[in-house]
């Protein structure tokens, strides 16, 4: 899809976060951050190391309260998030450390994402009545047709820890996408990978975004992976923001510059 295309898909302020403020004791991990995500967009949170990104990702899906701030979903405002609320408005997360289930296979990972989405109780589903054994042949085939998506029928048996690290970063994809989240946040997606890793997982955060419409939010470390992919990028230092706007913009602002040449935090 061209820039043009995806420009036009873009729709409204979906997610709003306006003057948030977080420190842990005497820490100032986010200082008066404002920003918004626009529906089926792709928005970077990137900076150095310590920065604030995991912080702010962690605002965004209410892990953490800020002291500070005021964060408006989909027209709802909230002074206190939490994990599952976030959840039940659409919020998924992947995570840099894999919080996958090693030994399961791919697929009943991947299904891990989906029972979130199950209505018929766990009683009905062991006696398959009716309605559960419909809902649970949805929701394998939504799953089967997630794994084709993301190119991994070929291990769909396969205990998930003996992949190679990209690949299982691709079915922590899968488990988040499992649940049909309307605001994806990713984070560090292309952290520990090798380039051709990093290319494919590029081509995935698109194709996720232009095949379901999926909002996405990622954070990372690496600039330069992130502004091919991205629609538009936060640049925090220190707790700041010190840049947003377009790629090309923030590569070329002189504060995100210093920041990232001065880098050794
Ligand atoms: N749970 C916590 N308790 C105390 N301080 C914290 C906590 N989490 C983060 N911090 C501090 O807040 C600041 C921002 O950290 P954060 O992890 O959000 O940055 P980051 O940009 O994600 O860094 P990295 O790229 O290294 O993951 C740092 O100074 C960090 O030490």
């Known amino acids: 899809m061209s820039q043009a295309a995806r420009d036009q898909r873009i729709g409204d302020i979906i997610l709003d976060l306006?003057?948030?403020?977080?420190?842990?004791?005497?820490?100032?991990?986010?200082?008066?951050?404002?920003?918004?995500v626009r529906e089926h967009e792709i928005r970077a949170i990137i900076?150095?190391?310590?920065?604030?990104?995991?912080?702010?990702?962690?605002?965004?899906?209410?892990?953490?309260?800020?002291?500070?701030?005021?964060?408006?979903?989909?027209?709802?405002?909230?002074t206190k998030m939490n994990s599952r609320r976030a959840a039940e408005m659409g919020i998924a997360r992947t995570f840099q450390?894999?919080?996958?289930?090693?030994?399961?296979?791919?697929l009943d990972?991947?299904?891990?994402?989906?029972?979130?989405r199950m209505t018929?109780?766990?009683?009905?589903?062991?006696?398959?009545?009716?309605?559960?054994e419909r809902e649970e042949i949805a929701h394998r085939e939504f799953v089967e047709n997630l794994i084709d998506f993301l190119e991994i029928q070929a291990y769909r048996k396969t205990?998930?820890?003996?992949?190679?690290?990209?690949?299982?970063?691709r079915v922590d994809l899968g488990r988040a996408l499992a649940m049909e989240p309307r605001i994806l946040l990713l984070d560090e997606p292309m952290a520990g990978m090798n380039i051709e890793e990093k290319q494919d997982?590029?081509?995935?955060?698109?194709?996720?975004?232009?095949?379901y419409g999926t909002t996405i939010v990622l954070i990372e470390h690496d600039m330069g992976v992130v502004m091919d992919v991205s629609d538009r990028v936060v640049v925090l230092d220190y707790g700041k923001k010190i840049g947003d706007g377009m790629p090309d913009e923030v590569r070329q602002n002189p504060e995100v510059i210093r920041a990232y040449l001065g880098a050794s935090h």
């Open 18 to 36: 306006q003057n948030i403020s977080l420190a842990f004791g005497g820490v100032k991990a986010l200082t008066d951050i404002s920003f918004d």
């Open 201 to 211: 997982m590029s081509r995935f955060i698109l194709d996720v975004n232009e095949e």
């Open 97 to 106: 450390n894999l919080a996958l289930f090693k030994g399961m296979s791919v």
């Open 120 to 132: 018929s109780g766990i009683l009905a589903q062991a006696f398959r009545l009716g309605s559960a």
């Open 109 to 116: 990972n991947i299904m891990t994402g989906r029972n979130l």
């Open 159 to 169: 205990p998930v820890g003996r992949l190679p690290y990209g690949l299982q970063k």
């Open 47 to 78: 900076g150095p190391n310590g920065a604030g990104k995991s912080s702010m990702l962690n605002v965004i899906n209410g892990v953490y309260t800020p002291q500070h701030g005021e964060i408006t979903l989909a027209g709802n405002k909230f």
